[in-house]
Antibody
């Protein structure tokens, strides 16, 4: 079955950096686009970033553009999110999520989610 | 960005009740809408895609309808395991956007 397991969260000071990882299994990772979605404490869901199946196409929410970088290593079935210049408003649970469609088609519908990794930005 | 407005933001209901949640889009999104269920401390779980298509593992008491700008999620007979927060997601416009959530609580 599909499994997505995030890691790398923690407490970081404003202006600091953190890298999240998401280990994928149970599906052909290198054929699916992947996303990061976040949820601030007690708040709703916000899409953060997308990467295509081969890493050639990346999109970001305006709120993180220029600060966050999504990447993937298909040889390791792992998705990453490098977060720089972190702000208090980036405090959230970060979920990796699989797109429902594969190869060049991207739907931005998330059919499987990881359990999430908490990032807290605080001094 | 396309704004998704869910109503109500919360509701109280009893086991066996019929529950309806509405999601309205600020512009037409065809049927590019999904519904998710999130229990406290857990990741969102897929329920419906394409506005009305149930994911294979989802019980048939859940149903979705709508197209364009107005959509509904209906639970025909609320079960104890259905108490959760429900979110809609539009993926027609970029960026994809979620509704603010509807919390279904026990009456």
């Amino acid at each position: 079955q599909v499994q997505l397991v995030e890691s790398g969260g923690g407490v970081v000071q404003p202006g600091g950096s953190l890298r999240l990882s998401c280990a994928a299994s149970g599906f052909t990772f290198n054929t699916y686009g992947m996303h990061w979605v976040r949820q601030a404490p007690g708040r709703g869901l916000e899409w953060v970033a997308f990467i295509s199946y081969d890493g050639s196409n990346k999109n970001y929410a305006d709120s993180v553009k220029g600060r966050f970088t999504i990447s993937r290593d298909n040889s390791k079935n792992t998705l990453y999110l490098q977060m720089n210049s972190l702000r208090a408003e980036d405090t959230a649970i970060y979920y990796c999520a699989k797109d429902i469609t594969n190869f060049a088609v991207v739907t931005y519908y998330f059919d499987y989610w990881g359990q999430g990794s908490l990032v807290t930005v605080s001094s | 960005d396309i704004q998704m407005t869910q109503s109500p933001s919360s509701l109280s209901a009893s086991v066996g009740d019929r529950v309806t949640i509405t999601c309205r889009a600020s512009q037409g999104i065809r049927n590019d809408l999904g519904w998710y269920q999130q229990k406290s401390g857990k990741a969102p779980k897929r329920l419906i895609y394409g506005a009305s298509h149930l994911q294979i593992e989802v019980p048939s008491r859940f149903s979705g309808s709508g197209s364009g700008t107005e959509f509904t999620l209906t639970i025909s007979s609320l079960q104890p395991e259905d108490f959760a927060t429900y979110y809609c997601l539009q993926h027609n416009g970029y960026p994809p956007t979620f509704g603010q959530g509807t919390k279904v609580e026990i009456k």
